[in-house]
């Protein structure tokens, strides 16, 4: 979604099928090398507590509800995609090792990744002949149809990505020309309208024999190994679906299956009988059981994994104010601790309809104190390093670079600031109207410190907090409530949901993106420029020619002033010394739950 000592090399073929290098010895999924890693941070480089140990208990806690649905299908949040991976297989995955490599995608139920015409129109996928669901029937080309089928009905599966639905050719010449005037996406309505009648009618997934699945694509599109790596690709059977009650109990393909479940209070996960570990390389099957609990009070939550009551806490956004005092000033717990980037961006979009002059745009990128606003996010250990580009490090491509001294003059140059204020024709500076999420107090902090910054230097800042539960649906994800209410500058953040400039930047700048309701592009940016890199990401296959996009992209949102970063977002886990084969997996952010085991 992540710099270090264990490397691997990517790249894209001239078919779009990715192409990758063997990690180092140490970065496999355990056992081999990384034995001797101990002390702070040694779970960001290396596997800790290598073990093929079986057996135990592993307790994990949450101190929210679940935040969407074990539902593969319709689920968004990295701890559920993270989580998924003990009880489903989808046609790809993220290479389980720390380090650079773990941002990779791999084959997991396919054979090997995609192969692309030459048109780029059609994705043909092999999957693996010995997969068996828990009930010991065979997988078949055809449940990972169904998967996707199932992604189409928006009533049943609101909560998930919707790339399918999107990216696969529609039906026929009617739904073509819908879609075209973007009043539907593909005109199938889903295998639940109709049950007999819509059952595998998708005709754009195709399903030649039991052990292929071919896409039919809209329109040419480079990342599809990436989507084929969401938990919605993992296979289904139509027989056991029950709609919105799947959630209940996935028919997992994992290493692992569901015992009970009680929504909201705990989950309990027993070893799958029927797999295969040579079929599914980067899980593991090592506790005889696996606990969630959730909505326990968060310094509980803290309290209990330093205590060893439990062993992980579930949604991997690290410990709380009073853990991470009590960590930072024990030697003995840092070393038990790590504080990985978790690939999240915390900005403050500047709206460019708003403020529409550049230079005034630029003004409140140097007159910004970059340290209070650090510090706003929690400081270096619990909000991040400061930012100062429009992507975190760990996208693919990103080269750091700082326009405006967020780096270099933390606390802000005033001087190039009123410089700009005057280019703007705004000597004396300007009024303008910020929100943020109100019941986040790191963003209450945040507003504040701005308000205090921008006012160094004439620009005043007027403060309007709104509650998370609405700020996408009615504020700031509301181009004209911005724009009609002279909102210039709204909080926000953003993590891919893979890690190149094409996953970072879509739905953040490319003018194409910008929604009526729910809007992530809150900086409403339509540059011509970063629309049509954006439009050859989409179709170019080549990895280095990708890479310079991502950084031509990070430059020119800057350059536009349309972003003002705050931190690239880290947080403090602490890492049970119960746990064996423990490190943080790169492109969730948290550790790989996927493989943990117990001593």
Same mark, same amino acid.
């Given at each position: 979604m992540? +710099?270090r ?30 034995g ?9 480089t ?8 079986? *057996?135990?208990?592993l ?7 679940? !935040? ?24 790809m ?17 396919a ?37 996707? $089928? +199932? ?7 609101p909560?998930?990505?919707? /790339?399918?639905p ?22 199938y309505?889903g295998? /639940?309208v ?7 009618g ?8 039991s ?7 809209a ?13 919605? %690709? ?8 029950? *709609? ?9 393909t994992g290493?692992?299956?569901?015992? %009970? ?19 599914? !390389?980067?899980a ?17 939550v803290?309290? +209990? ?12 956004t ?21 504080? #990985?980037?978790?690939?999240?961006l ?12 550049v ?6 990128? /140097? ?22 580009t ?14 405006? $001294? ?24 300007f ?11 790191k $963003?209450v902090?945040?507003?504040q ?17 709104? #509650? ?10 509301? #181009? ?9 500058l ?5 993590? !891919? ?8 930047f ?7 993106a ?7 592009n ?10 049509n ?14 890479a ?23 947080a403090?886990? /602490? ?10 997996q790169?492109?969730y ?11």
């Open positions: 992540k +710099r000592k264990i490397m691997c090399l990517a790249a894209v073929g001239a078919a779009g099928a990715l192409a990758l290098a063997a990690c180092s010895s140490s970065s496999t999924t355990g056992g081999g090398g990384g001797a890693a101990t002390g702070f941070d040694a779970g960001t290396s596997v800790v507590n290598p073990s093929s140990h079986k *057996g135990g208990t307790a994990f806690a949450s101190s929210a509800a679940i !935040p969407d649905s074990t539902d593969p299908g319709n689920t968004y949040y990295a701890q559920m995609w993270n989580l998924t991976r003990l009880y489903t297989m989808p046609l995955t993220y290479q389980s090792c720390p380090g650079s490599c773990g941002g990779h995608v791999v084959p997991m139920l054979t090997a990744p995609g192969t692309v015409s030459d048109n780029g129109l059609t994705w043909t996928y092999h999957i693996r002949p010995n997969v068996h669901f828990e009930d010991g029937t065979l997988v078949t080309s055809q449940d990972v149809k169904y998967a996707i $089928e +199932r992604t189409f009905d928006r009533g049943k599966f909560l998930g990505p919707s /790339y399918w999107s990216l696969l050719a529609p039906q026929n010449a009617t739904c073509a020309k819908a879609m075209a005037s973007g009043k539907t996406t593909g005109c309505p295998p /639940y109709d049950r007999s009648k819509n059952l595998m998708l005709n754009a997934v195709q399903t030649p024999n052990t292929t699945v071919v896409f039919h694509l329109k040419p599109f480079a990342d599809l190994n990436y989507v084929a790596a969401i938990p919605q %690709s993992a296979p289904v059977p139509p027989n056991k679906d029950t *709609g919105a009650n799947y959630q209940l109990h996935p028919i997992s290493p692992y299956m569901f015992q %009970s479940y009680q929504i909201n209070k705990q989950l309990t996960l027993v070893p799958n009988p029927h797999w295969n570990p040579a079929t599914d !390389p980067n593991k099957q090592l506790p005889s059981k696996i606990t969630l609990t959730f909505n326990v009070n968060p310094n509980d803290d309290n +209990r994994l330093l205590a060893g009551d439990i062993q992980v806490d579930l949604p991997g690290g410990v709380q104010a009073a853990a991470r005092a009590k960590i930072l000033t024990t030697p003995s717990l840092k070393a038990q601790s790590d504080d #990985p980037v978790s690939g999240f915390w900005y403050t979009a500047i709206n460019t309809h708003v403020i529409t002059n230079h005034c745009r630029i003004a409140l990128e /140097y007159a910004a104190n970059k340290t209070n606003n650090q510090t706003a996010y929690g400081g270096p250990y619990a909000g991040g390093a400061i930012a100062s429009a992507a975190p490090p760990n996208v693919v491509g990103m080269k750091p670079f700082d326009l405006y $001294e967020a780096t270099t003059k933390p606390q802000g140059d005033l001087t190039k600031a009123k410089q700009e204020l005057a280019a703007c024709g705004k000597p004396n500076g009024s303008t109207v910020m929100t943020y999420r109100s019941d986040r107090p $963003e902090a945040v507003a410190a701005t308000q205090a910054a921008e006012a160094r230097v004439g620009i005043k800042i007027t403060l309007h907090g709104f #509650p998370t539960a609405s700020y996408s649906s009615q504020f700031a994800g509301v #181009p004209k409530y911005m724009d009609s209410h002279g909102i210039g709204a909080t926000t953040g953003w993590a !891919p949901d893979w890690p190149d400039g094409y996953g970072q879509y739905f953040i700048a490319d003018g194409n910008i929604s009526p309701v729910g809007n992530n809150i900086a409403q940016l339509n540059d011509p420029v970063i629309n890199l954006l439009s050859k990401f989409a179709t170019t296959t080549d990895a280095t020619v990708r310079t996009y991502t950084d031509q992209i990070n430059h020119q949102i800057m350059k536009d002033a349309a972003f003002l970063p705050t931190v690239y977002a880290k403090l886990l /602490y890492r049970s010394p119960q746990l064996t084969n423990v490190y943080v790169p492109y952010g948290m550790y790989n739950y996927a493989v943990l085991g117990l001593k």
